[in-house]
């Protein structure tokens, strides 16, 4: 299953169109959060891909009915997605972790700090694709790309 996550496009539908648009056979997408707006216009550009579009609710989503929580399976995998600013990650991964970790997560997913992110720690993938559209840790734009197989996990950090 190949997954493509981003975040914090807030109002720049352009940078997740382009993504979308280079990854359309992707089997999901996931959007951590500030930019409801951008992924409602996007599914009315990409029909074909609504369904497969996940979007959690971000500090800026004010208007969004999205969860601030997203978890499923994939294989034998379990995804924790949020946007990150009710576990303060700005300051520590600690809580986002310990949250995961009780719900038996393994792949945890989470935007809000517009930094790249990515570390494989006992067990834990933990990954921050940055901001689609307004990093700040001075690298472009960017998104993750994740592939699960039965043999294991491939994850990467790409520019937009």
């Known amino acids: 299953m190949r997954l493509i996550v981003m975040s914090d496009s807030h109002h720049n539908h352009i940078a997740v169109e382009k993504i979308v648009s280079r990854n359309l056979d992707a089997d999901m997408f996931i959007h951590l959060g500030d930019g409801a707006e951008d ?6 550009m990409h029909p074909e891909i609504s369904s497969r579009f996940v979007h959690v609710c971000g500090n800026c ?3 969004s009915a999205s969860s601030p929580v997203f978890m499923t399976n994939v ?3 379990k995804i924790y997605a949020v946007h990150g600013h009710t576990h303060c990650v700005k300051f520590s991964l600690n809580p986002l972790r310990q949250a995961a970790e009780a719900s038996e997560c393994d792949i ?3 935007g809000h700090t517009h930094c790249r992110y990515m570390k494989y720690d006992n067990g834990i993938y933990i990954i921050n694709p940055g901001s689609c559209s307004c990093p700040a840790d001075g690298t472009k734009p960017s998104f993750a790309c994740i592939n699960i197989t039965d043999g294991g996990i491939v994850a990467n950090i790409a520019d937009v």
């Open 39 to 44: 992924v409602d216009m996007v599914r009315i």
């Open 75 to 77: 294989g034998k995998h």
């Open 108 to 110: 945890i997913l989470f």
């Open 61 to 63: 989503d004010t208007d």
